[in-house]
């Protein structure tokens, strides 16, 4: 085998393209680990405020959107969280779990990228960066399938796995290169979207709120006839609605366009575990306003200014049945029409990508392209807030250096 040939060459040093490269140079294969930026893991580096929110106690595929939902079962069932928690408590790194199952490094996320680059290390990887590929060509030649043009030389594989990411945080080089290399082979891609990504809210439906920016609050939000809700705290701001409930129901939101229909609202319950109805009856004559009641539950501020928005600042005895009815409906279904989203640049994830059709769920080889794999954001499969994403990268990239 000449120097630039290679059983496996990974594009993407990244969370899933470290892991595949780990597992199939221990498997004994010679792998080649390509990334265009100087540094590796940056997702990785920044991702939990730096601390890593590296996979998740509770995860299924019911934690992921796709067009095929069941796609992720295979890689989730054979390489799970319990089995990265493993990996991470061999390299002794201390971590911690805070809220709905969420695991994050006590000290630092760099530990993370040095476990796996130790893990590489360990299988022999070599590694490429900055690289940039200029081109990509199927060949037939001694069982090498795939030569490489770079701007350093050209290269050779008999395996080729595109673990590139998607769209989310250019800042820190994300790229379409992936999508392209599909495109190239002709494989279907799912248009991406920004993913648990800040909503944005038209003038006139954010003007009113404008007292409100800077009020955090906990809630639970769904989208419009679809299944669950999202319990957890959000933000209102001078351009919209963020926080983790508004981040987790952008990913439904946005899914609703692969459906061709019209887009519907997002539901926000003010009050959420509580029976609104059942609360205020007891207060239905007396002379203490909606805005002092709901302060028991929601900040003194919002709830005034929320209450102002509304025209509902009379002693909750002069208001009429009508009035209490529609402060019960709308305090636990504040329906709001997204303008849009605030874009890749704030987004933590990609919505979309490779169609999973294209994909074998057993080794994420496609089914077309013998040789060419694809792992990790690049795929059609966005798994929710609280590291999700990082177990897919982990499942996905675990699952291809099995086959590569």
Same mark, same amino acid.
């Given at each position: 085998m000449n120097p630039t040939d290679y059983d496996v060459i990974v594009i993407g040093a990244g969370a899933a393209g470290m892991m595949c490269a780990a597992q199939a140079g221990q498997r004994g294969r010679r792998v080649l680990?390509?990334?265009?930026?100087?540094?590796?893991?940056?997702?990785?580096?920044?991702?939990?405020?730096?601390?890593?929110?590296?996979t998740n106690r509770n995860i299924s595929a019911e934690n992921f959107l796709s067009q095929n939902p069941h796609?992720?079962?295979?890689?989730?069932?054979?390489?799970?969280?319990?089995?990265?928690?493993?990996?991470?408590?061999?390299?002794?790194?201390?971590?911690?779990e805070k809220t709905l199952g969420q695991l994050f490094c006590d000290d630092s996320a760099r530990q993370i990228i040095d476990m796996l680059r130790a893990e590489c290390d360990a299988g022999g990887v070599q590694w490429a960066q900055p690289y940039s590929v200029h081109s990509i060509e199927r060949i037939d030649d001694n069982g090498?399938?795939?030569?490489?043009?770079?701007?350093?030389?050209?290269?050779r594989c008999q395996s080729l796995?595109?673990?590139?990411?998607?769209?989310?945080?250019?800042?820190?080089?994300?790229?379409?290169?992936?999508?392209?290399?599909a495109e190239q082979f002709k494989l279907p891609v799912i248009a991406p979207k920004p993913?648990?990504?800040? !909503?944005?809210?038209?003038?006139?439906?954010? =003007?009113?709120?404008?007292?409100? /920016?800077? +009020?955090?609050?906990?809630?639970a939000t769904h989208c419009e006839n679809q299944p669950g809700e999202f319990r957890e705290s959000m933000l209102i701001t001078h351009r919209g609605l963020?926080?983790?409930a508004i981040l987790q129901v952008s990913s439904y939101w946005q899914m609703q366009e692969y459906g061709g229909g019209k887009k519907l609202?997002?539901?926000i319950d003010l009050l959420p575990g509580v029976n609104a109805a059942d609360w205020i009856a007891p207060h239905r004559h007396s002379k203490i306003t909606l805005a002092s009641l709901l302060a028991e539950h929601l900040p003194k501020r919002f709830a005034q200014e929320w209450c102002a928005l509304h025209n509902w600042t009379k002693p909750l005895a002069e208001h009429s049945r009508r009035d209490l009815d529609s402060m019960?409906?709308? !305090?636990?279904?504040?329906?709001?029409?997204? =303008?849009?989203?605030?874009?890749? /640049?704030? +987004?933590?994830?990609?919505?979309?990508?490779?169609?999973?059709?294209?994909?074998?769920?057993?080794?994420?080889?496609?089914?077309?392209?013998?040789?060419?794999?694809?792992?990790?954001?690049?795929?059609?499969?966005?798994?929710?807030?609280?590291?999700?994403?990082?177990?897919?990268?982990?499942?996905?990239?675990?699952?291809?250096?099995?086959?590569?």
């Open positions: 680990l390509i990334d265009h930026a100087a540094k590796i893991g940056e997702r990785i580096r920044i991702s939990g405020g730096g601390r890593c929110n590296f796609f992720a079962r295979s890689a989730l069932a054979r390489y799970s969280q319990f089995d990265f928690i493993k990996l991470v408590q061999r390299y002794r790194i201390a971590y911690h090498l399938r795939f030569e490489l043009v770079t701007d350093h030389s050209t290269l796995v595109i673990a590139s990411g998607g769209l989310a945080i250019p800042k820190l080089g994300a790229t379409p290169f992936g999508y392209k290399v993913a648990l990504v800040p !909503l944005a809210l038209a003038p006139e439906t954010l =003007a009113p709120l404008e007292a409100l /920016a800077g +009020a955090s609050l906990d809630v963020s926080g983790p609202p997002i539901v019960i409906s709308t !305090l636990k279904s504040w329906t709001l029409m997204p =303008a849009g989203t605030l874009g890749y /640049a704030k +987004a933590e994830v990609t919505l979309g990508g490779v169609d999973t059709n294209a994909l074998s769920s057993k080794t994420m080889e496609t089914k077309t392209i013998s040789g060419l794999y694809f792992i990790g954001e690049v795929v059609d499969v966005t798994g929710w807030l609280g590291g999700y994403n990082f177990q897919w990268a982990w499942s996905s990239g675990w699952v291809a250096g099995q086959y590569a």
